[in-house]
């Protein structure tokens, strides 16, 4: 039975569901003159007939789910919906296409299953690929070369792309060997060892764009150090809550935005496998750029700067950490590690390329090499054990964190307050500001201030590679404990905020053009549980370098403030700080305050 004739334009041969039209000899699909000949296929049914000559531009869609044990060659085969469960070996000449919400599986047991895709053919995976047992699904330009091999290429180029919510699985129960794709999304289970181990060593990359699984019982092998969890303008790579193992090196990313700002960052490795030069300076001597995109330019203010491994000189350092004395002090040299826990204030013009002050600002990719921290991980002895002090701290994990949890569930001798580095805050410069974030007695976030910025939407989540500042009460160091279920998955949903508290927040705004911009503000919040003294509900006040307001009571100053109903005669006192020659003005917002 042949459908179309290269004569003629292409035809759409269907096979509905429960169809009496069953072929049982051999069907051929031929070439047309204008447009595809294509079989649509939406019986449940496996095909009664043999596939014989298919032109590699002729199409094949199966449309329910089914089954194939064929080993025809097709020249574009399609799963547009449900579950295509492969249990033999056909081959692709021109393209498979898995749609979105279907699934291609190979999942007989015992047999050695593939798809095999010829030199050339390029196959888009919007939808899952499931792949178990001794399954294989072999891809672009290659043919395994052993049994039970799953996507393992001989060719350096494989054509192989999946969608934005597409699923990769490796699920065979014994050992299996991941290969260099651009994923979306990858689960590693079905215990036993899975290995990112490839022929060319290091020279070719696993990378994941979207969310990385390894479940219980699971070992994801890295033994060549070459799988990549990416990061760009939309969005950044995770490790989802992992209680399997993960044996090598992991390379992290972590995007930044075009914006010559200070940023409080970290990275969530154990800075086991590269100094600061060979990480954040991409490898490169002063002022070179090694990577185009990559990197930044860290510059230091003492004299043997160049000797200890910086770019250039600059009157400050650009990256410093938070000594006890909390003194923001600079890294002393770039040819060692970070220190594990730590967060650092760094200033990022852009990527290595942007070498001067005055230069116009770019986007750049910060990244380093080590191996991830996963299960519970306890920061102890935060301070000094007579407390009152600020420490700064990087989220340990490679995906964002619900760090209010962290701090009202799991932490120790501190303040129900932590501060995060908003580059999008103004300030005299325009290069950042803090943004203070309390936390009610009820768990959730009682407020932001300034507020706006970055956290325009009310939601201040801990992301990879960022830090955040504590502060510890006075009389005690502190502690804190990040656990696995505090870890967020980029599709959960915020809920909607709770009902705010009486409160009169004061904003210190400054005229910038035409503009008056935000640069500073306070809070005073009231109710009737809360008390006048001060207690780890009310958030101190970290200064900015630039402009600053503050509450001050009893000789102490703050960002927020909680205290009890408000009274008449009740009076707030302000302190404004580091203000420059320019107009400025206050923007006084009461909310839900009952007249007296």
């Known amino acids: 039975f042949v459908i179309g004739d290269p004569a003629f334009a292409g035809i759409n041969f269907s096979f509905p569901l429960g169809s009496t039209r069953k072929i049982t000899g051999t069907i051929d699909i031929d070439s047309a003159a204008t447009g595809v000949n294509r079989i649509l296929y939406l019986d449940t049914i496996s095909p009664t007939f043999s596939f014989g000559s298919l032109h590699r531009t002729s199409e094949f869609h199966y449309q329910a789910k ?15 919906v449900d579950t295509l469960t492969v249990n033999s070996s056909p081959t692709v000449q021109t393209s498979l296409t898995v749609s979105g919400g279907a699934t291609l599986a190979t999942t007989r047991a015992g047999t050695f299953c593939k798809m095999i895709m010829q030199s050339g053919s390029t196959d888009t995976i919007y939808g899952n690929v499931n792949i178990q047992n001794s399954a294989g699904l ?13 996507l393992n290429f001989v060719d350096a180029t494989p054509n192989i792309i999946f969608g934005p919510n ?13 290969q260099p794709l651009s994923y979306q999304n990858m689960e590693v289970t079905g215990g036993a060892t899975k290995n990112v181990d490839i022929t060319g060593g290091n020279s070719m990359y696993a990378t994941i764009a979207n969310q990385l699984t390894v479940s219980a019982g699971t070992t994801l092998s890295i033994p060549n150090e070459n799988l990549v969890l990416k990061s760009d303008s939309t969005k950044t790579a995770m490790l989802t809550q992992c209680y ?12 930044l935005r075009t914006k010559k700002a200070w940023r409080l960052l970290s990275s969530p490795t154990k800075h086991d496998a590269q100094t600061i030069k060979q990480s954040w300076m991409e490898g490169g001597s002063s002022n070179s750029n090694p990577n185009p995109g990559y990197g930044i330019q860290i510059t ?7 000797t200890d491994g910086f770019d250039a000189y600059s009157n400050s350092p650009s990256v410093k950490y938070l000594d006890t004395s909390n003194n923001w002090v600079g890294i002393s040299n770039t040819n060692s ?12 013009r852009g990527n290595r390329s942007v070498t001067a002050f005055g230069q116009a600002p770019t986007s750049t990719v910060l990244r ?7 299960g519970t991980i306890t920061y102890s002895s935060l301070g000094p054990s007579t407390g009152n002090k600020f420490v700064a701290i990087g989220n340990p994990y490679a995906s964002a964190v619900n760090i209010v949890d962290v701090i009202f569930l799991n932490s120790a001798n501190l303040d129900k307050v932590y501060y995060l580095w908003d580059p999008l805050l103004s300030g005299t410069n325009g290069l950042g500001g803090y943004q203070t974030i309390s936390i009610r007695n009820n768990g959730t976030i009682n407020s932001i201030v300034p507020g706006s910025g970055s956290f325009a939407g009310g939601v201040a989540n801990l992301e990879s590679g960022q830090g955040f500042i504590v502060h510890t009460i006075a009389g005690a160091s502190g502690s804190i404990t990040f656990n696995e279920t505090n870890k967020l998955d980029s599709s959960r949903l915020v809920a909607r905020p709770p009902k705010p508290y009486p409160s009169i927040r004061v904003n210190l705004l400054k005229m910038q053009g035409a503009e008056n911009v935000l640069t500073d503000g306070v809070i005073n919040l009231y109710d009737s549980s809360a008390t006048d003294l001060i207690d780890p509900n009310d958030a101190l006040k970290l200064y900015n370098p630039s402009e600053n307001i503050a509450i001050k009571t009893n000789d102490k100053y703050f960002a927020i403030e909680n205290r009890n109903s408000l009274k008449f005669n009740d009076t707030i006192f302000y302190q404004l700080s580091n203000l ?4 400025y003005s206050l923007e006084i917002t009461p909310e839900s305050i009952n007249s007296f």
Do not use: H
């Open 368 to 374: 380093e090499k080590g191996t991830l921290r996963i």
């Open 244 to 255: 399997g193992t993960i044996s090598g090196k992991v390379i992290v990313e972590r995007f």
């Open 580 to 583: 420059k020659a320019a107009d």
């Open 138 to 150: 072999s891809c672009g330009k290659c043919t395994p070369t052993s049994i039970g091999a799953v």
């Open 337 to 348: 590690a970070f220190d594990t826990g730590k967060a650092y204030m760094t200033f990022v």
């Open 166 to 178: 597409s699923i990769a699985q490796y699920a065979k129960s014994s050992t299996q060997n991941i």
């Open 300 to 306: 230091n203010n003492a004299a043997s700067w160049q």
């Open 66 to 80: 089914n089954k194939t044990s064929t080993t025809a060659t097709f020249g574009k085969l399609f799963i547009d």
